[in-house]
């Protein structure tokens, strides 16, 4: 027979043990973040990231900017940082190519992915341009809260664009 043991601590983290008898058979802790958006159980991490950091790269300066006072002016980023020149490797047609690109980090919420990428899209010059996006964990609260103020929000976004 297993007896089951809750404990919280002042960091939001309940454990929960599984004794028998004497000896401690198993223990997990779940993690609770003020934000409710990431939690750990047990060994396994889960993220449902309300912000992400996305990436792109093109051929230019001017290119990069371009996109980055785009996506800042329409609001579907809080910040656009242009890295660069950087280099590049990559395969391409079946070629191995290096080049000298200017790499856009674009800081959004997650509700505007779609949005974001339409727009890298049509302002983009390559055929097939980098759209990544990576989940903030966790971040400065101060920073997340500026970056979804200054990115529109889901009562503004036109109906045919909610996700």
């Given at each position: 027979m297993y007896r089951m043991l809750l404990s919280f601590s002042p960091a939001?983290?309940?454990?929960?043990?599984?004794?028998?008898?004497h000896e401690m058979?198993?223990?997990?802790?779940?993690?609770?973040?003020?934000?409710?958006?990431?939690?750990?159980?047990g060994d396994i991490y889960h993220i449902m990231s309300e912000h992400v950091q996305m990436s792109t790269a093109t051929d230019s300066r001017e290119a990069a900017d371009k996109i980055a006072k785009t996506l800042v002016e329409e609001r579907l980023a809080a910040c656009v940082r242009v890295i660069g020149p950087v280099t590049s490797t990559y395969r391409w047609k079946g070629k191995v190519e290096t080049t000298e690109e200017y790499?856009?980090?674009?800081?959004?919420?997650?509700?505007?992915?779609?949005?974001?990428?339409r727009m890298i899209l049509h302002l983009h010059p390559?055929?097939?341009?980098?759209?990544?996006?990576?989940?903030?964990?966790?971040?400065?609260?101060?920073?997340l809260e500026w970056l979804e103020d200054e990115t529109i929000g889901e009562d503004e976004l036109i109906e045919g664009n909610k996700s």
């Open positions: 939001a983290v309940l454990k929960m043990s599984f004794q028998r008898g058979a198993y223990t997990y802790s779940l993690i609770l973040f003020p934000a409710k958006s990431t939690y750990l159980w790499l856009c980090l674009i800081k959004t919420r997650s509700a505007l992915l779609k949005d974001v990428e390559y055929e097939l341009p980098e759209i990544i996006a990576l989940p903030i964990e966790s971040g400065y609260p101060p920073y």
